[in-house]
């Protein structure tokens, strides 16, 4: 009987050791199905970039087209890019990234933290201040202004993506062309604000869009410690407020720049002063509005904004 027991014992196991092996076998096959089939629908076949912000991500994936899949940080044009926070999904995606693009200037310090956060050596790192080597003691930040030069961005971030996947250089190469070539009207409406309206007084709530108005040839006259407080997120001195004030109830100023994505009761102030006094204001955000498809049309939205603000 013992002997019989331990038979059919032995026989058991063998069977229960056979169910768990092809238990295992069904689910290891079901689990490689779902990779497959997320590879398939999400892009992990793709080179993955991440930006800090949505305008950096917005070329990129222009650039990258069918390539590439592209993560942006900052995507909430309400949300203050200088205050934000990372959490642990930002983390995954800069740890899996093949290209990583941040803007640089202290106005992304979260992606540093990221970056250090998880060391990848097969990594490609592009920063827009080394890119466009902007240096200085307090340069201006918002480098997507600069029209002019955010070709040479776009040929670094081709540059990168050709590197990683030569074999669909030409592609790139391509996409950039077009690419650059669609900044023509922007440039044009510049040109043009610069033709007609050489050294016109304007002023903004902080520096935003200094670089399109340097390009235009426009006078800036808002008081700089007014607009370092701004973008600081620090009230204004007094004297620089009552200078401002002055700019608009005296009609010194033709245009108002409005920040509306960083608002504060001084801003707020600025802004009812000036639609008080019947001065045009012209609205820019700091980061691609979801209603603009493209950084392109976004840059000519504003830039042609502008130029009918200086006809009126």
Do not use: C
């Not at 002997?3 to 490689?32: E, H, M, P």
């Not at 009207?185 to 200094?210: D, F, H």
């Amino acid at each position: 009987m013992a002997t019989a027991t331990a038979g059919k014992s032995s026989s058991d196991n063998a069977v229960r050791l056979a169910i768990a092996l092809g238990v295992v076998i069904i689910v290891a096959t079901a689990w490689l199905v779902v990779i497959a089939r997320r590879a398939t629908t999400t892009g992990h076949n793709r080179l993955e970039i991440v930006a800090g912000e949505n305008f950096w991500g917005n070329i990129a994936a222009q650039i990258g087209g069918a390539k590439v899949n592209v993560t942006s940080i900052i995507t909430d044009p309400n949300a203050d890019p200088h205050l934000y926070e990372s959490d642990a999904r930002d983390a995954s995606a800069v740890a899996t990234a093949g290209i990583v693009i941040e803007n640089g200037l202290g106005y992304d310090d979260f992606m540093a933290k990221l970056l250090a956060a998880a060391p990848n050596p097969k990594r490609t790192v592009l920063s827009a201040q080394n890119i466009l080597h902007v240096t200085g003691s307090d340069p201006n930040p918002h480098l997507w202004y600069d029209t002019s030069r955010v070709p040479t961005v776009a040929a670094a971030i081709e540059e990168a993506l050709a590197a990683k996947d030569p074999a669909d250089a030409a592609y790139f190469r391509a996409n950039l062309n077009r690419f650059d070539q669609s900044l023509t009207p922007i440039l044009s409406v510049i040109r043009q604000i610069k033709t007609r309206y050489p050294g016109a007084p304007v002023a903004y709530t902080e520096r935003v869009p200094g670089y399109l108005l340097a390009a235009a040839g426009l006078s800036v006259k808002t008081p700089p410690g007014f607009a370092a407080a701004i973008e600081d997120g620090t009230d204004p001195s007094p004297a620089d407020t009552l200078t401002f004030d002055s700019l608009i109830t005296a009609h010194r100023i033709k245009v108002l720049l409005y920040n509306a994505q960083t608002t504060s009761a001084a801003t707020q102030s600025i802004l009812n002063l000036a639609r008080a006094n019947g001065i045009p204001v012209v609205p820019v955000t700091e980061t691609l509005p979801k209603d603009d498809p493209t950084y392109q049309d976004w840059q000519l939205g504003q830039a042609q904004a502008l130029l009918s603000a200086l006809r009126n």
